[in-house]
């Protein structure tokens, strides 16, 4: 009883943070005004968006965290069939994660997903990114904020990921040791992972890379294994950049939210809250954006996340500084599955 009394209460809390994002994008016709509201701005002209298409390392700052980000320049310019753009970093990764790792960051203040505290507390929260690439900076930062983390893409990135994670998640740990109390002595679970991150919740268990393609692949919920049977948290960052992804991407995101009502009909323990999506995106081509945006909305109720609820830097509007003066041409949407798909 106790348990689905949490569960509803987890539901409420989902409620009123959809409410906080203001007007719903509900339709077409909405999908088609929140497309040009977008593209209406003065975007910055800019290339594709990589931090540095020509190095194979990146020495990185994000959130106040240093991070070594091995990546590869030479797959990018392959031929590779089945697309390159994994291979490396692209500019609008070090500010999302920036973003939703914080603890300001919506999804904490208002579900309650993220432990911002001790890594060796509690948490229940399962997240699993799409698109991920080989960097593995969104994951690096909020893998010790959760449960379990879960990086996917094409198997090609897998094994820079892994190289990613083995290095800079003893940092990640003690980051997130310091940011909590000074006071605790660490225990042996977090001493291990901050030593030599393979602790017994090391990236073994809480932060890993599975392949995923969402063209021939279907989430199943062994991916959520062994910390849940489904997922509290989808993620996509800058990974939808042709048509041809839109419809594969969207019917990935579905098949990954419907764990979620399965994992309700078997568990016994009440009703879990639906999962939440999250995507951010460069605002380059205009067709592709509101190519998504309708497919996406076809399965999804979708909201803006508003300017007050992001940091300097990936603001939808006036958000390249901390005085403003021209859009960051970032967006981010928060979609939930429709009742019934």
């Not at 290339?47 to 194979?56: C, E, F, M, Q, S």
Request: with cysteine.
């Amino acid at each position: 009883m106790e348990r689905q009394q949490e569960e509803g209460q987890r539901c409420e809390e989902l409620q009123g943070f959809l409410r906080l994002l203001g007007n719903e994008i509900k339709d077409s016709d909405d999908a088609d005004q929140e497309t040009y509201d977008l593209y209406a701005q003065d975007l910055p002209s800019s290339d594709l968006g990589i931090i540095d298409p020509k190095t194979a390392v990146l020495q990185l700052t994000v959130a106040g965290q240093d991070l070594t980000i091995h990546q590869s320049p030479g797959i990018l310019s392959s031929a590779r069939a089945g697309g390159t753009t994994g291979a490396v970093t692209w500019r609008i990764t070090p500010l999302f994660a920036s973003w939703i790792s914080s603890p300001p960051n919506p999804l904490s203040t208002h579900l309650n997903l993220f432990n911002h505290h001790d890594p060796s507390s509690s948490s229940t929260t399962t997240v699993i990114e799409l698109g991920a690439g080989t960097s593995a900076i969104v994951g690096l930062l909020l893998a010790p904020k959760v449960s379990r983390y879960v990086l996917t893409d094409q198997g090609y990135v897998g094994k820079l990921a892994e190289k990613n994670i083995t290095e800079n998640w003893g940092a990640a740990v003690s980051r997130q040791q310091q940011s909590g109390s000074k006071s605790k002595k660490p225990t042996k679970q977090t001493t291990q992972e901050g030593t030599n991150g393979r602790g017994q919740e090391g990236p073994g268990e809480r932060l890993v890379f599975r392949a995923l393609d969402w063209e021939t692949d279907t989430p199943t919920s062994s991916l959520a294994q062994p910390a849940s049977s489904s997922f509290d948290l989808v993620v996509a960052c800058d990974c939808i950049y042709n048509e041809a992804l839109v419809d594969p991407f969207v019917t990935t995101c579905v098949d990954i939210c419907r764990l979620r009502q399965s994992d309700n009909t078997t568990s016994g323990n009440g009703e879990k809250r639906p999962t939440v999506v999250v995507v951010a995106q460069v605002l380059r081509d205009s067709d592709v954006f509101e190519a998504w945006l309708k497919r996406f909305v076809q399965d999804f109720r979708c909201w803006r996340v508003p300017d007050g609820m992001l940091i300097d830097g990936l603001k939808s509007e006036g958000g390249q500084g901390g005085g403003g003066g021209g859009t960051s041409g970032f967006v981010v949407h928060v979609g939930v599955l429709r009742e019934g798909r």
